[in-house]
T-cell receptor, first 111, second 114 residues
Framework: GEDVEQSLFLSVREGDSSVINCTYT??????LYWYKQEPGAGLQLLTY?????DMKQDQRLTVLLNKKDKHLSLRIADTQTGDSAIYFC???????????FGGGTRVLVKP | EPEVTQTPSHQVTQMGQEVILRCVPI?????FYWYRQILGQKVEFLVS????????KSEIFDDQFSVERPDGSNFTLKIRSTKLEDSAMYFC????????????FGNGTRLTVT
């Protein structure tokens, strides 16, 4: 079945760039997402990318997709303390299909 | 910006009791979902709903679970006879409509079964 893996933890200094990595196994993945979860809150959609793209930029966020290696990354430029949260990557085969989530990467931003 | 709303934010129930978790999806969305997150574990898919019927369900979604869209706005998850292991955060999500729309999640209902 589908599997999505992420590293557990990332510590970064305020103002530096953060890079969160994700690997997935399903070669039929068509949509790949990044969600942010702050303590006690829901899942906030940050960005998504279609599998026919290799990069997407949205303000401080850059998503890179290496479809051959099934590797997805999220780069946050100029990381702020408000970026401290758990970041989940997720994939889906088609619109309307279920998402398969990674275990989440806890990002801690130090002043 | 439109959002998915869930009520209640926290529900405490005794083992064996029935609970209904409620969601109001984004109004022009066509696909509706329930996910759950047991503390410290991954977010897991439970069920998807489209065109007034279940389109996909996971192994977790057994006979004690059911979903309903009783009117044009609400989407509910019922757990018939709760077990201790049903304690989790339950997230509702919606997507779809005109053109592609990614899944938007609500803030979740924390269910505690005692």
């Amino acid at each position: 079945g589908e599997d999505v893996e992420q590293s557990l933890f990332l510590s970064v200094r305020e103002g530096d760039s953060s890079v969160i990595n994700c690997t997935y196994t399903d070669s039929s993945s068509t949509y790949l997402y990044w969600y942010k979860q702050e303590p006690g809150a829901g899942l906030q959609l940050l960005t998504y990318i279609f599998s026919n793209m290799d990069m997407k930029q949205d303000q401080r966020l850059t998503v890179l997709l290496n479809k051959k290696d099934k590797h997805l990354s999220l780069r946050i430029a100029d990381t702020q303390t408000g970026d401290s949260a758990i970041y989940f990557c997720a994939e889906a085969r088609a619109a309307g299909n279920k998402l398969t989530f990674g275990g989440g990467t806890r990002v801690l931003v130090k002043p | 910006e439109p959002e998915v709303t869930q009520t209640p934010s926290h529900q405490v129930t005794q083992m064996g009791q029935e609970v209904i978790l409620r969601c109001v999806p984004i109004s022009n969305h066509l696909y509706f979902y329930w996910y759950r997150q047991i503390l410290g574990q991954k977010v897991e898919f439970l069920v998807s709903f489209y065109n007034n019927e279940i389109s996909e369900k996971s192994e977790i979604f057994d006979d004690q679970f059911s979903v309903e869209r009783p009117d044009g706005s609400n989407f509910t998850l019922k757990i018939r006879s709760t077990k201790l292991e049903d304690s989790a955060m339950y997230f509702c999500a919606s997507s779809g409509g005109t053109g592609y729309s990614p899944l938007h999640f609500g803030n979740g209902t924390r269910l505690t079964v005692t």
